[in-house]
């Protein structure tokens, strides 16, 4: 489904894909969730409130420099 959504777009959408065989289990908010890493980001999209957080602001905070947030 996603490669046809991607190709349907011309190039105006990029599909990531989660990597399942890495997921863990997480709580972002009250509720235990599973969480899933893709190449760009940190996601829990099956149940709400759904989570993204971009893994390049993610590697900025580890790291010890300061984010512009």
């Known amino acids: ?25 997480g709580v972002p908010f009250r509720t235990n969730v599973l969480l899933q890493p893709t190449t760009e980001c940190l996601v829990h999209l099956t149940d709400l409130p759904f989570l993204v957080v971009p893994t390049n602001r993610h590697r900025n905070r580890t790291s010890g420099t300061r984010s512009g947030c």
């Open 1 to 25: 489904f996603t490669e046809k959504v991607a190709e349907a777009s011309e190039g105006r959408v990029d599909v990531d894909i989660p990597f399942r065989e890495i997921c863990f289990q």
